[in-house]
C-alpha cells in the first residue's frame, strides 16, 4: 500500500521568496511516480511537476523544481520567487509505475499556502 | 482544449434521491478515474476504468457505481444519495506511462 505524508496544514510566505512545502511518501513498489498539484481556491487541479524514482536527476518547471531525496523517501516541492498567484492547496501524490496499465494516484492531505505581499 | 469534461457543476439533492455525475475525456486516454475530496481529507480513489470495458473499485467504493460506457465517457452513480456523499467530485484521465492525470473542474454535490 502506498501513503503520502504532508506534515504542514499551512504555510506562509513572503512574496519573492522561496518556499519549501513537504512531502514524504511509503511504498513497496520498486517504480513510482511523484506528482505536485496545485488547487486555487477556484477548485481546478492544476498539474505542476513529475519525478519518477528512477530519475537521474530532480525535476524542474519553471519556478517549481522537486527535492527528491530516494533514501529519505522524501519529494519536497520547492517554489522560487514566490507570486501572490502561488496561494493556494498544494497536493503530492504518487503512484505505481512498475507495470500494467493502472495509473491511480494516492494523494496526501494538502499543504494550504498563503503568500503574503 | 476541452480535456476532461464534467456534468454538472453544481447538484443538490435529497437523501435517497439518485443521479449520475457524467465525465467525458478528448484527449483519447485509456485511463479514467473517479475521487471525492472531502476537508482535510485529500482526494479518495472511488472507482477506476484502467482501459474501455474494465472497472475496478478504488478506497472508498461504497455507495457508488460506475460505467465506462466507451473510451470517452465515465460515468459515476449514486443510486440512493446519503449526506455522507456531500463531497466534491473529480473525474480525472491518463494516457500511458509517466503522464499525469487530467482532472475536471469538478461536481459539488450536496445531499440534504
Known amino acids: 500500500a502506498q501513503k503520502i505524508t504532508q506534515t504542514q496544514p499551512g504555510m506562509f510566505v513572503q512574496e519573492k521568496e522561496a518556499v519549501t512545502l513537504d512531502c514524504t511518501y511509503d511504498?513497496?513498489?520498486?517504480?513510482?511516480?511523484l506528482f505536485w498539484y496545485k488547487q486555487p481556491s477556484s477548485g481546478e487541479m492544476i498539474f505542476l511537476i513529475y519525478?519518477?524514482?528512477?530519475?537521474?536527476q530532480n525535476a524542474t518547471e519553471g519556478r517549481y523544481s522537486l527535492n527528491f531525496q530516494k533514501a529519505r523517501k522524501s519529494a519536497n516541492l520547492v517554489i522560487s520567487a514566490s507570486q501572490l498567484g502561488d496561494s493556494a492547496m498544494y497536493f503530492c501524490?504518487?503512484?505505481?509505475?512498475?507495470?500494467?496499465?493502472?495509473?491511480?494516484?494516492?494523494f496526501g492531505k494538502g499543504t494550504l499556502l498563503t503568500v503574503n505581499p | 482544449n476541452a480535456g476532461v469534461t464534467q456534468t454538472p457543476k453544481f447538484q443538490v439533492l435529497k437523501t435517497g434521491q439518485s443521479m449520475t455525475l457524467q465525465c467525458a475525456q478528448d484527449?483519447?486516454?485509456?485511463?479514467m478515474y473517479w475521487y471525492r475530496q472531502d476537508p482535510g481529507m485529500g482526494l479518495r480513489l472511488i472507482y477506476y476504468s484502467a482501459s474501455e470495458g474494465t472497472t475496478d473499485k478504488g478506497e472508498v467504493p461504497n455507495g457508488y457505481n460506475v460505467s465506462r460506457l466507451n473510451k470517452r465517457e465515465f460515468s459515476l452513480r449514486l443510486e440512493s444519495a446519503a449526506p455522507s456523499q456531500t463531497s466534491v467530485y473529480f473525474c480525472?484521465?491518463?494516457?500511458?506511462?509517466?503522464?499525469?492525470?487530467?482532472f475536471g473542474d469538478g461536481t459539488r454535490l450536496s445531499i440534504l
Open positions: 511504498t513497496s513498489d520498486q517504480s513510482y511516480g
Open positions: 484527449m483519447n486516454h485509456n485511463s
Open positions: 480525472a484521465s491518463s494516457g500511458t506511462f509517466r503522464q499525469p492525470q487530467h
Open positions: 501524490a504518487m503512484r505505481d509505475e512498475s507495470g500494467g496499465s493502472n495509473y491511480k494516484l494516492t
Open positions: 519525478q519518477g524514482s528512477y530519475d537521474e
